[in-house]
């Protein structure tokens, strides 16, 4: 069945510190790929999404590139900021069929 | 544009009890999807809505959990009688027919069962 698997949390980091969180997934076919935050006390926000290979997804300073061949999809940003503290969640979708979620990856970035 | 509303925010209660949550998705969104989000895991999905039909509900355990969305609008989740593992935040989202890549949630019903 079709999986993701993030990197263990939490992560801690200095302020302007460069952050990535990886994820790989295991799925058949080509599925999409997001990312989803979760502020402390809200729901889940699309971050960022990427629909085929090589494609690049983009949002507020995060960036994740769709990975096939290495079946990865891993998010970065350059400069984090105290208000980026939140949990991020990896996920998979294929046309039709239901989200996968991962187990979430928590970020605290220290002033 | 308003988004997904959900209430209450927050309840408490003994095994055995019931419970029940409810969700208001964005106006015009056809399909509506709870999840069950325990504590350090992803959402897993329950059930999901398009309209008033049920399209998927293979995760939900029906001998306790029921939903319902009788106009294709509103929904409510129950959970009857309740079990101390189902203490986790209950997720609403909604999505338009064409775009069920992008899923709007809500702030979610955090259920402790003591």
């Known amino acids: 069945g079709n999986s993701v698997t993030q990197m263990e949390g939490p992560v801690t980091l200095s302020e302007e510190a460069f952050l990535t969180i990886n994820c790989t997934y295991t799925a058949t076919g080509y599925p999409s790929l997001f990312w989803y935050v979760q502020y402390p006390g809200e729901g889940l926000q699309l971050l960022l999404k990427?629909?085929?290979?090589?494609d690049k997804g983009s949002n507020k300073g995060f960036e994740a590139t769709y990975r096939k061949e290495t079946t990865s999809f891993h998010l970065e940003k350059g400069s984090v900021q105290v208000s980026d503290s939140a949990v991020y969640f990896c996920a998979l979708n294929r046309y039709g069929q239901n989200f996968v979620f991962g187990p979430g990856t928590r970020l605290s970035v220290l002033p | 544009e308003a988004g997904v509303a959900q209430s209450p925010r927050y309840k408490i209660i003994e095994k055995r009890q019931s419970v029940a949550f409810w969700c208001n998705p964005i106006?015009?969104?056809?399909?509506l999807y709870w999840y069950q989000q325990i504590l350090g895991q992803g959402p897993k999905l329950l059930i999901q809505f398009q309209n008033n039909g049920v399209v998927d509900d293979s995760q939900l355990p029906k001998d306790r959990f029921s939903a319902e969305r009788l106009k294709g609008v509103d929904s409510t989740l129950k959970i009857q009688p309740a079990k101390l593992e189902d203490s986790a935040v209950y997720l609403c989202?909604?999505?338009?027919?064409?775009?069920?890549?992008?899923?709007?949630f809500g702030p979610g019903t955090r259920l402790t069962v003591t």
């Open positions: 989202a909604s999505s338009t027919l064409v775009r069920i890549d992008e899923q709007y």
């Open positions: 990427a629909t085929k290979a090589d």
């Open positions: 106006s015009g969104h056809a399909t």
